[in-house]
């Protein structure tokens, strides 16, 4: 089908081919009429089979015909800006985007004027609870990616919000948008869906094994692969050699750092490039380890991409890997999760990964086969390959018949644990969609996990979190009702774990305004909320020396040593002696060495301090108020990693935590300073330069030109 055939608008029809689209998939020619007509839909689908032009189609028709707003959820804030980027295309049209990922407290009034939303299920979910009225003008919801209900990270928010959404606007439209699962027509049932089920690809993928230099596809076809003495640089030159990229997916970070570095030296055969001094500092950041060692592999056309990298690092890894400039990309499986990375041949190194408490375990077919669907690019391949690496005969029949020739498990609900129902219902209850048990329960009847199991044994978990809420006065009972209090409504706002608010709302009945940071941040670091750091063997001496050092001034019950909690202290000991180092201006080399992580680690952990800092902050308005100017003064060293002497300094735009103390050690301590100084010699600060301070004179109210 070609567009011009569609039933829409000619100004629609002009856009999509000023944007290169002409002919329609065969999954888009099936779907994008029902989408049209609409109709609530999942479709299913392989990886670059075209679904996002399916919703975006729909959405252009709901904005401009019917006066209405959509919503596109998004799992990963990775992905809001690659959809937000697809819809500013046809802005011509009148189509406004905007992407709500940010502050969880808040309602985002600004969002109002946009038409096109892209958001995390988290953020929804906070809209929702913030009782955003933008909600009440939604026409349609896309869920990208649904099939990741079954995550138990993200899964259980994105079901909560499809449910909400179901009940709350019931002529809201709804398209889901599914990479190949076996249970998609469950899916469907649950969302009062048509199902669109199309295997289709418009590049072939071919899915085979390595073994014995060999690459078996399922197909039966053979290549033969030259041997090098190194399994994985074999595949990788024989992609080169014949104009391809490859992304190799291992099963831990360090080993992306690791093989990348190994092979970078290999690479120059291929690739030898010279970086700007803007790209070396994109890449490189402050200087640290990590960002000097992924400029060594880039300069000869490979990358590591993990969870340790901050997000312009792997903004910019992307961008110049889909332009050619970088060759190859090692990456953990978080890669394969919907960005849009596709390679000629995808290999996969480990199909087993290490998970606490279970050891080494297999990786689910579902996460490999979004890995095999990373292969073949559009417009550049005729084909994609993906090729698991076998060690012996043993493991290659394994990986045949228990991945290459087996379908993806069925998407199970993860919804069921109390402690994840704990938070949603607090929320449920906050904003008046519940008003009693019995509305729990056919709540929890509405969603995926309610469609798919008897609800067997959920009244007691029900039960337990009701009673847990009103003794931690949240909510409070009449007879059969409940109903929100004060101090809950607000919880559910923070959206934080009703656990982490019972925590800091102790802390802060403990501390007083004179209180010290290390105990106020180890308070914050245990709550549930934030996700500890592994104690490794060498950790240990130098955390419980800190734990005696401190433990006079704790404001927050510790388990005794000899507990079977005493390891998950020691993890949050280490992330609040992370953040006590980091906020005494410890530079992040040196915390990415002595700690073992990466700059991602340390950006999560201060970014999910800070919030719960500013939770904090926020419960000490309502029950201490003397100490909330300590906390908030905490959150924002915290926020930017500094002593607080040079808070005034970093408030200014362009002036981070390093810079800020350049200009103290230079007697610029404020922004009186500022002003009293020229502008020459400001600029003559190593690392200000005369744009900067140019700016830097202009926001304290100096003589800088307006920029």
């Known amino acids: ?312 690092q792997r903004r910019y890894i992307e961008k110049n890997f889909r332009n050619g400039s970088i060759k190859c990309i090692v990456a953990t499986p978080t890669l394969a999760a919907g960005i849009n990375l596709p390679a000629r041949r995808v290999i996969i190194r480990d199909t087993k990964r290490f998970e606490a408490n279970s050891g080494s375990i297999p990786i689910p077919i579902m996460e490999i086969k979004q890995m095999c669907g990373r292969a073949g690019r559009p417009r550049f391949d005729s084909y994609g390959e993906a090729v698991l690496i076998a060690k012996n005969y043993g493991d290659y029949r394994n990986l045949m018949d228990n991945y290459i020739m087996c379908e993806s498990e069925s998407v199970i609900s993860k919804l069921g644990s109390e402690t994840i129902l704990r938070n949603h219902i607090l929320g449920l209850i906050a904003t008046e969609d519940v008003s009693s048990v019995e509305d729990i329960i056919n709540f929890l009847k509405d969603t995926f996990y309610g469609s798919e199991f008897e609800l067997y044994g959920v009244e007691t978990s029900i039960e337990n979190i009701i009673n847990f809420l009103i003794e931690e006065e949240m909510i409070t009972s009449y007879g059969a009702e409940v109903k929100i209090l004060p101090f809950g409504k607000r919880v559910s706002e923070l959206y934080i774990d009703p656990k982490s608010a019972v925590i800091l709302k102790e802390s802060i009945m403990t501390m007083e305004p004179d209180t010290s940071d290390f105990p106020i941040l180890l308070a914050v670091a245990m709550t549930p909320d934030v996700i500890g750091l592994y104690p490794r063997k060498k950790d240990v001496e130098e955390l419980t020396t800190l734990e005696q050092a401190w433990k006079d001034q704790f404001i927050v019950k510790t388990p005794d040593s000899s507990s079977f909690q005493y390891e998950y202290f020691l993890s949050d000991l280490k992330v609040a002696h992370l953040i006590y180092k980091w906020i005494h201006e410890v530079s992040e080399d040196d915390l990415t060495e002595s700690f073992g992580i990466g700059p991602g680690d340390i950006r999560s952990r201060v970014d999910m301090v800070n919030w719960l800092l500013y939770g904090m902050a926020e419960i000490g308005i309502v029950y201490k108020y003397s100490v909330v100017k300590t906390i908030r003064n905490l959150l924002m060293r915290v926020k930017y990693g500094i002593k607080d002497d040079v808070l005034d300094l970093v408030l200014l735009k362009g002036v981070g935590r390093i810079r800020a103390r350049i200009l103290a050690n230079n007697n610029i301590k404020n922004r009186e300073d500022i002003l009293k100084i020229s502008e020459e010699e400001l600029s003559s600060i190593p690392g200000i330069g005369k744009v900067l301070a140019q700016n830097m004179k202009r926001q304290v109210g100096g003589f800088g030109p307006q920029l």
């Not at 919503?71 to 189509?95: N, Q, R, T, W």
């Open 1 to 312: 089908m070609n567009v011009n055939e569609l039933n829409i608008p000619d100004n629609i029809k002009q856009a999509l081919r000023s944007q290169g689209y002409s002919t329609l998939y065969p999954p888009q020619e099936v779907a994008i009429p029902k989408a049209l007509s609409g109709k609530n839909l999942v479709v299913e689908a392989p990886t670059a089979s075209g679904k996002s032009l399916i919703g975006l189609i729909a959405a252009i028709k709901t904005i401009l015909d019917e006066k209405k707003k959509v919503l596109y959820i998004v799992p990963l804030k990775a992905l809001a800006s690659e959809k937000k980027d697809d819809m500013d295309k046809f802005s011509l049209l009148g189509i406004k985007t905007a992407i709500g990922t940010g502050d969880l407290d808040s309602d985002d009034k600004q969002l109002n004027d946009s038409n096109f939303i892209v958001a995390t299920s988290e953020k929804t979910d906070s809209l929702l609870r913030h009782g955003s009225k933008l909600i009440d003008d939604i026409g349609l919801v896309i869920a990208d990616e649904i099939h990741l209900i079954h995550d138990v990270d993200r899964g259980p928010t994105l079901e909560i919000v499809l449910t909400k959404i179901k009940r709350k606007l019931s002529k809201c439209q709804i398209i889901a948008l599914s990479a190949t699962i076996s249970n998609a027509n469950k899916l469907a049932a649950w969302l009062d869906a048509e199902l669109v089920k199309i295997n289709w690809r418009p590049i072939p993928l071919y899915e085979g094994i390595y073994y014995n230099q060999k690459i078996t596809f399922a197909n039966g076809r053979v290549v033969d692969v030259p041997e090098s003495g190194d399994s994985v640089w074999s595949l990788m030159e024989q992609t080169f050699q014949n104009g391809g990229q490859c992304i190799i997916f291992v099963n831990a970070r360090r080993s992306t750092e690791s093989l990348a570095t190994k092979y970078s030296s290999k690479m120059k055969r291929y690739v030898e490039r010279e970086l700007s001094d803007s790209e070396i500092s994109e890449i490189e950041g402050d200087a640290t380890s990590l960002g000097i060692k992924l400029t060594k592999c880039i300069r000869h056309g490979i990358a590591f991409h993990n969870a340790g990298l901050t997000f312009g």
